[in-house]
């Protein structure tokens, strides 16, 4: 089996890497982010009766 020298390696991680930030951008603006309107969440006040 023939090896591959190191300057081909190297060309081959540029691929790989050109490769996963391609896919990684695509994925990232393939859809739109949905908006959900969510209430904001009043706080709920319970009151305590202190015993002093």
Same mark, same amino acid.
């Given at each position: $089996?023939?090896? $591959? *020298?190191?300057? !081909?390696? !190297? &060309? @081959? =991680? =540029? $691929? =790989?890497?050109?490769?996963? @930030?391609?896919? *990684? #951008? @695509? &994925?990232?603006? *393939? +859809? %739109?982010? #949905?908006?959900?309107?969510? %209430?904001? !969440?009043?706080?709920? =006040?319970?009151?305590? %009766?202190? +015993?002093?």
């Amino acid at each position: $089996m023939p090896q $591959m *020298s190191p300057l !081909l390696w !190297l &060309n @081959l =991680f =540029f $691929m =790989f890497i050109y490769g996963f @930030l391609l896919f *990684s #951008i @695509l &994925n990232y603006f *393939s +859809k %739109p982010p #949905i908006k959900t309107e969510v %209430p904001p !969440l009043k706080p709920i =006040f319970t009151e305590k %009766p202190w +015993k002093w």
